[in-house]
């Protein structure tokens, strides 16, 4: 696995710092949303339209894939362009196939894709999170 959330081609947006509101822990791998007021929030609608807009590590500062960003800090957000492939934060409870298509799932996780939701995504690795202790996983999509 890469060691960093954008893996393939020109990101639409480049990395920009935003504030994050209040009560909210992002991770790298998440998808987010801006606010009217200029703050981030999860994307908080389970198989909404969104921007594709991703939570990335923040290198410039020392963290990794592994660190979280809460209220108070910035953090680092790319958009990517369609075609692109990166890592997305799959949630737990599922056993996805190669090539399922990724909806949001309203806590800022992708899962599969219902009937009535919009796709994002598509799922470029096999990842079984079915077990009771599976816990949400970076996974590598490309980007509708």
Same mark, same amino acid.
């Given at each position: 696995?890469?060691?960093?959330?954008?893996?393939?081609?020109?990101?639409?947006?480049?990395?920009?710092?935003?504030?994050?509101?209040?009560?909210?822990?992002?991770?790298?791998?998440?998808?987010?949303?801006?606010?009217?007021?200029?703050?981030?929030?999860?994307?908080?609608?389970?198989?909404?339209?969104?921007?594709?807009?991703?939570?990335?590590?923040?290198?410039?500062?020392?963290?990794?894939?592994?660190?979280?960003?809460? !209220? &108070?800090?910035?953090?680092?957000?790319?958009?990517? =362009?369609? /075609?692109?492939?990166?890592?997305? +934060?799959? @949630? $737990?409870?599922?056993?996805?196939?190669?090539?399922?298509?990724?909806?949001? !799932? &309203?806590?800022?996780?992708?899962?599969?894709?219902? =009937?009535? /939701?919009?796709?994002?995504?598509? +799922?470029? @690795? $096999?990842?079984?999170?079915?077990?009771?202790?599976?816990?949400?996983?970076? !996974?590598?999509?490309?980007?509708?």
């Amino acid at each position: 696995m890469a060691n960093t959330i954008h893996a393939l081609g020109e990101t639409y947006r480049k990395v920009t710092s935003m504030a994050i509101k209040a009560g909210q822990t992002f991770k790298p791998g998440m998808l987010v949303e801006e606010e009217s007021d200029g703050v981030l929030i999860v994307h908080a609608t389970p198989g909404g339209m969104a921007h594709r807009q991703v939570v990335v590590e923040d290198a410039l500062r020392g963290k990794t894939l592994n660190d979280a960003a809460t !209220a &108070g800090e910035l953090a680092n957000t790319i958009i990517e =362009a369609p /075609g692109n492939r990166s890592q997305v +934060l799959l @949630e $737990a409870g599922t056993n996805y196939a190669f090539g399922a298509e990724l909806q949001s !799932a &309203g806590d800022g996780t992708f899962e599969a894709q219902a =009937a009535s /939701g919009v796709t994002l995504c598509e +799922l470029k @690795e $096999a990842c079984d999170l079915s077990d009771s202790d599976a816990v949400d996983t970076l !996974a590598l999509v490309q980007w509708y």
